[in-house]
């Protein structure tokens, strides 16, 4: 009798204990820093792996089955996750709340004054690059910490907690990061696409021009010619691409010049030893800061 | 094909001469993007009726241009329409409706999703592409042998749910239709003006990750309605369909897919189909079955090209005598993402018909461009 009741309590404790706050975030860089924040009393999981392009991501049903199980799903916004509204709606899952981090007052750069597809892929809100700036990690912390809060209010005091020693563990590496680049300052890059605008604004590099013509715009000869005539000139020493890109381009105009291809992944994940968005910031930062030294 | 009530038509021109007053107003309205498909086409078929077999002159044909117009019509509901202009005939070509349907995607118990409108049919899997997306230039023999040129495409009502199978998405979706498309493709024109009887379909998927780069989805559909409205022969189609993607980067992938198709149908004579009559004249009833399929690769190499094969093999509604094969090849040029393709397309069609075989060979250069919104793939 004894092992009968054990066993109906063992099969109830799933139903009556409240279950883990179940996230889905488009990026491995927004589920790094939920879980940083949520810990075990969370389940996170995403979508695009860091060694693939966020903006081209096929609609898949298996997609929407994480998102049909989720409370949150957190996005980047900004039209960087096109296909994200395809999945929301193929979830069919009506208590889902979407945390599009865009609308929580990151200053945007390159917002575009005209949009039309003669300025190629143009994103219509602004660069979505955002993230890639480790000062904006602040307040997409403390919007994942709202949401988090809504779903589970009993348990701020554990996500505040396990956010303020993230956001200090991170400010730590800003500093340290800043201070490593500091003698860099207004070194000229090359970058695949408008990836690195908010991390080069944050460090002080001069992003002088694209490996594609425009945005989305596979490279041209041409425009290829004109950029190694502009690194030979502007004596650049880095192109640096995102893992997911073809490197036939780049690798061209460094043959050619002294510039050297490095690829920085844009997303935790994309190249080995990048497990956290702190370890794939600290390997972008040194491995720009090695190409960039004379 | 109809010209689309007026109202369609203003709706149209409002949303493409609304001036972009910011963002505000742009996502007001809805999404819309114009894809237009022509074709340089030749052949060696034409004279063989003479004993002569040489390529024609290639021609440039307008083949169709569709517009979609899709947006949100409230937090519940979205709308899709896509409006066909249909070739070749560029000057006297009417504006048709290829699918025009409301979708209820929120808010319905058991998270039903229902669809109501004109539309492709959940059918099998290729079934529901337009023919721009297609990596070929030229719809399956099997599709257009027992579905119809258009695809099956009709009025109806359609519901689906997803099955509780746990990580699995499995999908069941099921289709009351008006029945007109029966009649159209692989059936007998109703003549009298009645209403034609209702026809039904249902799918069953199921989509299956595999590995990390990898991804296998499996149908199985059904399919029945009244092809013969004098007798009133009922036919009933089982397909199976399915779709292998290996995707290891972003640029760089191959996508394997198929339908098998089986029909059964009684057929009794009548003017359409003398082969029925016995020797005396006397009406026979029989059954009928026959079958269809297609095979295709594709597999892109490269940001801006692909290239695949495809096997085509199809009997006909009413005869498990007559068939066809085909093989085609086709080489795609995407020079800048999707807003330009260029589609080499060769295919070597043969047909046994009773005693006859014929056999044509056709080469095709399709260019297609994509004017407006790019919405995301789906698998």
């Known amino acids: 009798m004894i092992r009968i009741s054990l066993l109906f309590i063992s099969l109830l404790l799933p139903i009556l204990s409240p279950a883990a706050v179940r996230v889905v975030t488009t990026l491995p860089d927004l589920a790094d820093i939920a879980q940083a924040i949520g810990g075990e009393r969370i389940e996170v999981d995403h979508i695009v792996r860091g060694d693939q392009n966020p903006h081209f991501i096929e609609v898949k049903p298996s997609y929407m089955m994480k998102l049909k199980r989720a409370d949150i799903f957190i996005m980047v916004g900004m039209e960087l996750e096109l296909w994200a509204p395809q999945i929301i709606d193929g979830s069919r899952n009506d208590r889902l709340e979407v945390l599009d981090l865009s609308t929580i007052g990151v200053e945007k750069l390159e917002v575009p004054t005209r949009v039309d597809r ?177 | 094909m109809e010209s689309p009530p007026r109202i369609v038509l203003t709706i149209v021109l409002t949303c493409i001469t609304t001036p972009l007053q910011g963002l505000a107003q742009l996502s007001l309205n809805p999404d819309i993007s114009v894809i237009p498909r022509f074709i340089l086409e030749t052949n060696d078929g034409e004279k063989l009726d003479d004993g002569v077999r040489q390529f024609s002159r290639p021609q440039l044909k307008f083949q169709e241009l569709e517009m979609a117009l899709q947006g949100y019509l409230n937090p519940y509901a979205r709308a899709d329409i896509f409006l066909t202009v249909p070739g070749p005939d560029v000057e006297e070509a009417r504006v048709g409706i290829e699918e025009l349907y409301a979708s209820v995607l929120r808010g319905l118990p058991l998270d039903l999703n229902i669809r109501v409108g004109k539309y492709r049919v959940e059918y099998g899997k290729f079934n529901r592409l337009h023919p721009h997306q297609w990596p070929f230039a030229t719809q399956p023999l099997a599709q257009t042998a027992f579905l119809g040129e258009e695809g099956l495409n009709d009025l109806g009502i359609s519901a689906s749910i997803l099955l509780p199978t746990g990580d699995l998405y499995t999908a069941l979706t099921a289709d009351i239709l008006s029945g007109a498309a029966a009649g159209e493709a692989a059936g007998i024109e109703d003549t009298t003006g009645r209403a034609p009887y209702y026809s039904a379909t249902a799918r069953l998927m199921s989509f299956l990750p595999i590995g990390d780069d990898g991804d296998l989805e499996l149908g199985l559909s059904g399919y029945t309605g009244i092809h013969d409205p004098y007798n009133r022969d009922r036919f009933v189609y089982i397909n199976l369909d399915f779709k292998y993607k290996y995707r290891p980067s972003s640029y760089t992938s191959l996508t394997v897919q198929g339908e098998f198709l089986h029909n059964m149908r009684k057929a009794h004579q009548n003017h359409d189909l003398e082969q029925y009559q016995d020797p005396e004249g006397t009406p026979l009833e029989v059954s009928i079955r026959s079958s269809g399929l297609f095979l295709f690769a594709d597999f892109q190499w490269a940001r801006i090209y692909t290239m695949g094969a495809r096997y085509d093999w199809s009997q006909t509604p009413y005869s498990s005598d007559d068939r066809a094969q085909a093989i085609a090849v086709f080489l795609g040029y995407y020079p800048v993402e999707e807003t330009l393709g260029i589609r080499l397309h060769y295919q070597h069609t043969r047909w046994q018909m009773a005693e006859n075989t014929r056999s044509v060979n056709m080469i095709g250069l399709q260019l297609l461009f994509s004017l407006g919104v790019h919405k995301a793939h789906p698998f």
């Open chain 1, 118 to 294: 003669s300025q190629g892929d143009v994103h219509r809100f602004g660069n979505p690059h955002y993230w890639l700036d480790p000062r904006n990690i602040r307040p997409i912390a403390n919007a994942i910490l709202r949401s988090l809060v809504r779903a589970a209010p009993d348990e701020e005091p554990f996500f505040r907690k396990n956010m303020a020693a993230y956001l200090a563990t991170l400010d730590t590496k800003i500093v340290e990061w800043e201070e490593l680049m500091r003698p860099l300052a207004g070194a000229n890059i090359i970058t695949f696409h408008r990836s690195w605008s908010y991390f080069a604004r944050w460090l002080g590099i001069i992003v002088s021009d694209q490996v594609e013509p425009k945005p989305g715009i596979p490279p041209s000869p041409t425009h290829t010619a004109e950029l190694i005539d502009l690194v030979k000139e502007g004596k650049i020493r880095a192109i640096v691409v995102a893992p997911f890109y073809d490197l036939t381009a780049p690798e061209k105009i460094s043959a050619e010049t002294q510039a050297q291809v490095i690829v920085l992944p844009t997303s935790v994940g994309g190249v080995s030893g990048t497990d956290t968005y702190i370890s794939m910031m600290d390997h972008n930062v040194k491995t720009l800061y090695e190409a960039l030294q004379p």
